[in-house]
């Protein structure tokens, strides 16, 4: 992990900024990644939008263990809401 130092940026004309390399490794983002970003006081911050998909996959992991429902039963409802589908849009036997 690298050093919590300071960096400094500096905001263009059109508002763009070009964030450190060693930033940009540290959070694993390169060029066409996309950032969410947020206000926490007065902190700008900017997350990995992968990272925010992840926390929010370990929300429902964590709610759906707190339901005591099984994967496998989840897994199996799943299955059969998806047949219905099929058969109600495609007349397709499931």
Same mark, same amino acid.
């Given at each position: 992990?690298?050093?919590?130092?300071?960096?400094? $940026?500096?905001?263009?004309?059109?508002?763009?900024?070009?964030?450190?390399?060693?930033?940009?490794? /540290?959070?694993?983002?390169?060029? &066409?990644?996309?950032? /969410?970003?947020?206000?926490? &006081?007065?902190?700008? $911050?900017?997350?990995?939008?992968?990272? $925010?998909?992840? /926390?929010?996959?370990? /929300?429902?992991?964590?709610?759906?263990?707190?339901?005591?429902?099984?994967?496998?039963?989840?897994?199996?409802?799943?299955?059969?809401?998806?047949?219905? $589908?099929?058969?109600?849009?495609?007349?397709?036997?499931?």
């Amino acid at each position: 992990m690298r050093d919590k130092g300071k960096n400094e $940026v500096v905001l263009r004309p059109k508002r763009q900024l070009t964030l450190p390399r060693e930033i940009c490794e /540290e959070l694993g983002i390169g060029p &066409g990644d996309r950032l /969410e970003l947020a206000l926490e &006081g007065s902190a700008l $911050v900017a997350r990995p939008k992968r990272s $925010v998909a992840l /926390e929010a996959l370990r /929300e429902i992991q964590a709610a759906f263990q707190r339901s005591g429902i099984a994967a496998a039963e989840l897994q199996a409802t799943g299955a059969r809401a998806r047949r219905q $589908v099929a058969r109600e849009r495609y007349g397709a036997k499931g």
